[in-house]
């Protein structure tokens, strides 16, 4: 029977400690005591449902802007060549 080698895993804190900048603190098991997350469950808008956030800077309505800004090319009339 193979014997495992010690001290090759961190350890395990099965009440590791998660704060999030929204305000929230839950508890995960993790091999860090203490976590700290930017965006979490609470205040991800794929939970919560606030689809508001996805365009925060408008580059839609950009994109739009300078697409009707831009002048159209004309096509160029198609070369021929002369035989001589």
Same mark, same amino acid.
């Given at each position: 029977?193979?014997?495992? &080698?010690?001290?090759?895993?961190?350890? %395990?804190?099965? *009440?590791?400690?998660?704060?999030?900048? #929204?305000?929230?603190? !839950? *508890?995960?098991?993790?091999? &860090?005591?203490? @976590?700290?997350?930017?965006?979490?469950?609470? #205040?991800? =808008? !794929? %939970?919560?449902?606030?689809?508001?956030?996805?365009? @925060?800077?408008?580059?839609?309505?950009? !994109? &739009?802007?300078?697409?009707?800004?831009? *002048?159209?090319?004309? =096509? &160029?009339?198609? *070369?021929?060549?002369?035989?001589?």
């Amino acid at each position: 029977m193979p014997i495992m &080698k010690k001290d090759t895993h961190p350890a %395990y804190h099965p *009440t590791a400690k998660v704060s999030c900048v #929204c305000g929230a603190k !839950f *508890t995960v098991g993790s091999t &860090k005591p203490e @976590i700290h997350v930017e965006i979490c469950s609470k #205040c991800h =808008p !794929f %939970y919560t449902g606030a689809r508001d956030l996805i365009d @925060i800077g408008g580059r839609v309505e950009r !994109f &739009k802007l300078r697409k009707a800004k831009a *002048t159209p090319t004309k =096509p &160029k009339k198609p *070369t021929v060549k002369k035989n001589k």
